[in-house]
């Protein structure tokens, strides 16, 4: 049904901001005190919840258009401006690594580690999951 979402995805959209989080606290303690290694990893979670939220749009967006039982009514958002939305949104996401690279000059590894707390959410997740069913 529209507008329900997995437990699942939402609990690891938390578990990644927790992570992204954290990242930055061990970006502070590492760096002693610098706040360009923390810019950087907020910088990367920033780019990976842009990502993220563009590829979820645009799966739920195909998913209603393909899914719907036959005699519904069309679902307002065509497939062409599903698509011009993620292409709009990749465009965005370009732009602001493009902004946090070379205008802001974030730290690299910083945005590396930001970046990855959806894969480090995913890991624990997968943990909770496995040690669950034991």
Do not use: N
Not at 13 to 21: D, F, G, P, V
Not at 39 to 47: D, I, M, Y
Not at 89 to 100: G, H, I
């Amino acid at each position: 049904m529209p507008g329900e979402v997995d437990p699942l995805l939402r609990r690891l959209e938390r578990t990644a901001w927790l992570a992204c989080l954290a990242m930055a606290v061990v970006a502070y303690i590492v760096s002693r005190g610098q706040w360009s290694p923390v810019f950087g990893v907020l910088g990367g979670g920033l780019l990976i919840a842009v990502s993220y939220r563009t590829i979820g749009s645009g799966v739920s967006g195909l998913v209603e258009r393909v899914a719907r039982p036959a005699g519904a009514p069309e679902p307002s958002p065509g497939v062409g401006k599903t698509a011009v939305l993620v292409v709009f949104r990749y465009a965005l996401l370009t732009l602001l690594a493009y902004v946090m690279i070379a205008r802001l000059r974030l730290h690299p590894l910083g945005l590396l580690a930001g970046a990855s707390s959806v894969v480090a959410a995913a890991a624990v997740e997968a943990f909770r999951l496995f040690t669950k069913k034991s």
